[in-house]
């Protein structure tokens, strides 16, 4: 039987409602979903920790069938390779994702001409929403509970995420500073 398995790829800091949404419309068209958090992103001080991330989409994506969460490190074509998948499933929000998307895809062609990117819409509702604005006003005070799902919520009240704290006390090299955080680890 003809299957067909694609990759989610991202850096997910942090999962947020349009991944979601994303997830539950590839989920759909494949077969099987594998959602691939990078672990070695150069994207700035994480929120939260690669483990942190996988437990959220662990829980998130409980309830799909078809979708399992991994990590991955190195060339996305090679993982993709390891994993059998055909596809990488990217999400496309407005125009101005478009040319990193449309670089991404055709150099991941170049690399792999056997793996196809599929790109989809989320929910116009989500369209604006993103991990990078997502971080940026929590780090600020803002309330982002409507753009994440509750267990990110959760994880995000209970204290903030373990991966910004640590890069901040790497930063900031003030001993005993954690004992003035509510760190939940
Ligand atoms: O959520 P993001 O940060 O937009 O995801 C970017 C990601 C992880 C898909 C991309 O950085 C990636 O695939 N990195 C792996 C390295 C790689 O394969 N680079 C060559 C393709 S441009």
């Keep these: 039987m003809h299957t067909v398995k694609a990759i989610y790829p991202g850096t997910f800091d942090p999962l947020t409602n349009g991944h979601l949404d994303l997830i539950a419309r590839g989920a759909k068209i494949v077969d099987e979903l ?3 958090i990078l672990r070695n992103s150069e ?5 939260f920790t690669v ?3 996988e437990e ?3 829980e998130a994506t409980r309830g799909f069938g078809n979708v399992s969460v991994t990590t991955f490190n190195g060339l996305l074509v090679d993982f993709a390779r390891e994993q059998g998948a055909k596809a990488v499933l990217r999400g496309i929000r407005a125009i101005s994702d478009y040319e990193y998307e449309f670089q991404m895809a055709m150099m991941n062609r170049k690399l792999d001409p056997e793996l196809e990117t599929l790109f989809m819409m989320p929910a116009e509702k989500y369209t604006y929403v993103s991990s990078r604005l997502i971080k940026g006003v929590f780090q600020l005070g803002g309330d982002v509970t409507a753009l994440v799902p509750p267990l990110v919520v959760d994880h995000l009240s209970s204290g903030i ?3 910004f704290v640590v890069d901040l006390m790497c930063r900031t090299r003030v001993e005993g500073f954690t004992g003035m955080l509510n760190l939940r680890h």
Excluded: I, Q
């Design 161 to 163: 995420g373990l991966g």
């Design 51 to 53: 483990p942190e991330r």
């Design 56 to 58: 959220m989409l662990f």
């Design 34 to 36: 594998v959602v691939a």
């Design 43 to 47: 994207k700035g001080t994480p929120l």
